[in-house]
């Protein structure tokens, strides 16, 4: 069949983001308590897990929820070996004042004391260097980064009262330690100097990115930050909906058999969901109805792609000793302690 609805591949979004029904949930009433109330009621949050989860999806679909509601989104990449944040956030900003953005425009002042940066339209800005360093850039304070953010959501304010300023950063882990120092601070400062400004912040990163905080010399993260954990995989109600609905808004239905057969494939892990489905929308004769047997004929395929493309790649990248951990966890059907692994392979 052809126009699969399906979005395999990384930071695609989903036709429907199954599963974060209570995550979004909870994103409206942050964003209700901090128009009402500032950053006393901020939760700066930060979704981690494994890749494929759909971090990615998620953040983005907070700040488009966050623009419906009147809010400048800022969004920001954190880019492994360079440290970049803050120019980014600052090229955003000489970007949005060439496009005579309103609250741009009235938060200029502020934004020119950052480090003594000049952010002249026509002219090119005083460097806070992109590439890789192991320092902040000299002159870069956090309380006078937090006036900034502060100053332009106030702006936004006075064209959207519902509104204020989201900044979102994926990829969190692989920013350097000054950018996330810097940001944990700005982020404290804004609590301590700015307490009814309504700035909030959310963040993706892998599993590993508290201890990234920790090392970047942020302490307590758990304690600036909403930790909150993605599953690696879906429950199977939200696995099946994943797969159905999309076809269902394209008139196509799935049989129980066949939608049940993706979900015990993929093991309800979000990205091989995506993929799978539209390996066997893309096979499937159609026109209306995908069943059990056209899940049962793509499957090896599938799979052959998975070896080539995903697993055999990462496989031959590891080391002996992380195979035979993989191996032994094979053997215990994909679920076990590390003193049933510890056991199984002999060793401490």
Known sequence: MDKSP????????????????????????????????????????????????????????????????????VNLQAVSGHAGLVEALLQRARTRMAEEAGPWQRARKTFERIGGVNLSIAGIGAGIST??????????????????????????????????????????????????????????????????????????????????????????????????????????????YAVVEPARQAGVAWTPEAAAAVVEASNGYPAHLQLFAHAIWTSAPGPDQIALGDVEAALPQIADMLERRTLGPRWDRISDRQMEFLAALALHGGRASTATIAKTLGRS
């Open 6 to 73: 399906y979005s395999p591949g990384a930071g695609h979004n989903p036709p429907v983001l199954a599963g974060r029904d209570g995550l979004l949930r909870d994103w409206h009433l942050v964003l209700n308590d901090i128009v009402a109330g500032g950053r006393v009621r901020a939760q700066d949050m930060i979704l981690s897990g494994p890749r494929g989860v759909g971090k990615t999806v998620t953040v983005s679909a907070f700040a488009d929820l966050a623009k419906e509601q009147g809010f400048e989104v």
């Open 131 to 240: 590439r890789q360093s192991d320092a902040a850039a000299p002159g870069l304070d956090a309380g006078t980064l937090a006036d900034a953010l502060a100053t332009l959501a106030a702006e936004v304010r006075k064209d959207a009262h519902s509104g204020g300023l989201l900044i979102t950063v994926d990829e969190l882990q692989v920013a350097s330690g000054p950018d996330l120092a810097l940001l944990a601070a700005t982020l404290h400062r804004l609590n301590v100097d700015h307490p009814s400004a309504p700035v909030l912040f959310a963040g993706t990163g892998l599993p590993f990115t508290p201890d990234a905080l920790r090392k970047a010399g942020v302490t307590h993260p758990d304690r600036l930050f909403v930790l909150e954990p993605i599953p690696l995989t879906l429950e199977p109600d939200d696995a099946r």
